[in-house]
Every structure is written in C-alpha cells, then in structure tokens.
C-alpha cells in the first residue's frame, strides 16, 4: 500500500465517521448527508483500487485518469451548486410568503385592536 493509497483511504473514512456524527447530532439533514456519503465512498473505493479509475478512464476514452477524476469532480460540484440554489430560491419564496403572512395579520390584528399598533414602539424605548 503506497502513502496516498493510506492517506486517500483516512480521509474516506474521517469524512464518514464525521458525517455520522453530525447526523447523531442533527448538525446535517439525511438529505445531504447521502450525498456526501456517496461522494465519501467514492472516493474510498478511488483511493483503495486506483485500478479501477483507469480501467473507467480506459473505458470512457480519456486519456488520463486524473482527468476523469476531475471531470467528475467538477460535475459532483456543479450538481451540488444546482441542488443549492434550487433550495435557497424556495426558501426565498417561503421567506416572503411568511412575511407577507405576518404582514396580513399584524393588520388585521390593528384593525381589530387599534391603539395596540404602539407595541413594537414601546419595547424599542429604554
């Protein structure tokens, strides 16, 4: 077993123990943590059977097999960059419902009750 064979294979095994840890204490949604655990095994098996990535390279018709990792890479990073923006426009979109929301009620609420609309004012005063 060569250096990066052990060192490759550590890193593996830090990213998983870490993503179960921050599961145990809900530091990372199930959602993400099976992407990240798939890229950890990924790169488990990588640096465990670095045959099998030129195999796959030989296979595809590139011809390094650095530059599949890469490509492969680059295409985990563009998925995960997708995922993320789609969640944050829908967050976005619920934000602003929710504060429409509260505006609505907030004025009904004064509409019902007027001279309760001086309460934000009176807590903000020393």
Same mark, same amino acid.
């Given at each position: 077993?060569?250096?990066?064979?052990?060192?490759?294979?550590?890193?593996?095994?830090?990213?998983?123990?870490?993503?179960?840890?921050?599961?145990?204490?809900?530091?990372?949604?199930?959602?993400?943590?099976?992407?990240?655990?798939?890229?950890?095994?990924?790169?488990?098996? =990588?640096?465990?059977?670095?045959?099998? @990535? %030129?195999? !796959?390279?030989?296979?595809?018709?590139?011809?390094? +097999?650095? #530059?599949?990792?890469?490509?492969?890479?680059?295409?985990?990073?563009?998925?995960?960059?997708?995922?993320?923006?789609?969640?944050?426009?829908?967050?976005?979109?619920? =934000?602003?419902?929710?504060?429409?929301? @509260? %505006?609505? !009620?907030?004025?009904?609420?004064?509409?019902?009750? +007027?001279? #309760?609309?001086?309460?934000?004012?009176?807590?903000?005063?020393?």
């Amino acid at each position: 077993m060569t250096n990066a064979t052990v060192l490759g294979a550590v890193a593996s095994l830090i990213i998983i123990v870490t993503l179960f840890e921050m599961l145990r204490r809900h530091r990372l949604r199930e959602k993400y943590a099976l992407i990240w655990f798939l890229i950890a095994v990924g790169a488990l098996v =990588t640096s465990l059977a670095p045959g099998a @990535v %030129a195999a !796959l390279a030989d296979a595809l018709g590139v011809v390094l +097999p650095v #530059n599949l990792l890469f490509f492969l890479g680059s295409l985990v990073l563009l998925a995960m960059s997708l995922q993320h923006s789609y969640e944050l426009g829908r967050l976005e979109e619920r =934000t602003r419902t929710l504060a429409e929301e @509260v %505006a609505l !009620l907030r004025l009904q609420s004064d509409t019902d009750h +007027p001279g #309760n609309g001086d309460r934000d004012d009176e807590v903000d005063q020393p």
